[in-house]
């Protein structure tokens, strides 16, 4: 790995710490994954499920091509890519941190599927892999940790023509991100860097022009948003697994009121390459 700067660096040591929350012995939820593959249910109002549905569907569009390759970039403790490796992807993941490498190692095998992953320390903003090595990237949580326009190149560098790239972020709405910041709500709710919080110092939500800067190196983008009425689902106890009637609501909203979505705090952003 090249030199890192004194942002990787911050990072690198935050998660090198958070990465022993994980427990490499739980069982993962397969159910956002096995839902679209088997036909069951799909939860489009959920950021999560769709990322999860996109990859999904471009395996089953293909034909269930065992071969296709998948990247997960900033893969942290590896769930999210043995959920990749569930569809039937061969899967890469590399993380900043050497620690969530090595958890992505020991739950694959815990999995009893080793073979289909393969997970290296890396940075973000410099990949390894040769150019068109990969069928799809995916990202969850991770674009708002990096440098976006070096990633971003790199992601459209290793993707192969035809393939494409799936993220999903939070995102800025300055309106409501300044209520959130004033001091009032943030003695209720805080969000300082914390390890319980899981909040590190320089993530930072997407904006505008982070949109801009990805749409110039991807032309085909499109943003979903959500996460409206959800922003209040941490609020109401609830089973984690089952669906929110908030986001269903902002999905519905979103359908029939102009610019309802431009609040959502969430977005899938999906990239194809020409
Ligand atoms: C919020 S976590 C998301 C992890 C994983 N995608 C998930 O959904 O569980 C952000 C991850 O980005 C990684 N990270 C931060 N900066 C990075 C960089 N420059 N290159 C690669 N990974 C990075 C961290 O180590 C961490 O695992």
Same mark, same amino acid.
């Given at each position: 790995?090249?030199?890192? /700067?004194?942002?990787?660096?911050?990072?690198?040591?935050?998660?090198?710490?958070?990465?022993?929350? !994980?427990?490499?012995?739980?069982?993962?939820? !397969?159910?956002?994954?096995?839902?679209?593959?088997?036909?069951?249910?799909?939860?489009?109002? @959920?950021?999560?499920?769709?990322?999860?549905?996109?990859? =999904?569907?471009?395996?089953?569009?293909?034909?269930?091509?065992? $071969?296709?390759?998948l990247l997960d970039l900033?893969?942290?403790?590896?769930?999210?890519?043995?959920? !990749?490796?569930?569809?039937?992807? &061969?899967?890469t993941?590399?993380?900043?941190?050497?620690? @969530?490498?090595?958890?992505? #190692?020991?739950? !694959?095998? #815990? $999995?009893?599927?080793?073979?289909?992953?393969?997970?290296?320390?890396?940075?973000?903003? #410099?990949?390894?892999?040769?150019?068109?090595?990969f069928?799809?990237v995916?990202?969850?949580?991770?674009?708002?940790?990096?440098?976006?326009? #070096?990633?971003?190149?790199?992601?459209?560098? =290793?993707?192969?023509?035809?393939?494409?790239?799936?993220?999903?972020?939070? =995102?800025?709405?300055?309106?409501?991100?300044?209520?959130? @910041?004033?001091?009032?709500?943030?003695?209720?709710?805080? %969000?300082?860097? /914390?390890? +319980?919080?899981?909040?590190? +110092?320089?993530?930072?939500? *997407?904006?505008?022009?982070?949109?801009?800067?990805? %749409?110039?190196?991807?032309?085909?983008?499109?943003?979903?948003?959500?996460?409206? *009425?959800?922003?209040?689902? &941490?609020?109401?106890?609830?089973? /984690?697994?089952?669906?929110?009637?908030?986001? &269903?609501?902002?999905?519905?909203?979103?359908?029939?009121?102009?610019?309802?979505?431009?609040?959502?705090?969430?977005?899938?952003?999906?990239?194809?390459?020409?």
């Amino acid at each position: 790995m090249t030199d890192l /700067s004194e942002r990787q660096l911050r990072e690198k040591e935050y998660y090198e710490q958070y990465a022993a929350k !994980f427990d490499v012995g739980q069982s993962i939820d !397969f159910s956002p994954i096995e839902g679209p593959l088997l036909g069951r249910e799909r939860r489009p109002w @959920n950021s999560y499920w769709r990322t999860y549905e996109i990859p =999904v569907d471009y395996y089953l569009n293909n034909k269930g091509n065992k $071969n296709f390759e998948l990247l997960d970039l900033g893969c942290g403790p590896g769930d999210n890519s043995l959920r !990749f490796s569930r569809i039937g992807y &061969k899967v890469t993941g590399f993380d900043i941190s050497s620690s @969530n490498i090595e958890n992505c #190692k020991k739950l !694959f095998e #815990k $999995n009893q599927c080793a073979d289909r992953g393969h997970f290296l320390v890396s940075i973000a903003e #410099k990949l390894e892999f040769q150019d068109a090595s990969f069928d799809i990237v995916a990202g969850i949580d991770i674009l708002h940790h990096v440098d976006i326009p #070096k990633a971003m190149r790199e992601v459209e560098r =290793v993707l192969r023509p035809g393939g494409i790239a799936v993220f999903r972020e939070p =995102v800025e709405v300055p309106f409501l991100d300044w209520i959130r @910041n004033t001091r009032l709500v943030r003695f209720f709710v805080p %969000n300082a860097a /914390s390890l +319980e919080a899981h909040i590190t +110092e320089d993530e930072r939500k *997407l904006n505008d022009t982070d949109f801009k800067v990805i %749409n110039e190196i991807f032309p085909l983008m499109t943003i979903e948003r959500s996460l409206i *009425l959800a922003r209040f689902d &941490k609020f109401i106890p609830r089973n /984690s697994k089952s669906a929110s009637l908030f986001e &269903k609501v902002d999905y519905f909203f979103t359908k029939i009121i102009p610019g309802y979505s431009l609040l959502g705090g969430g977005a899938v952003i999906i990239l194809k390459k020409k």
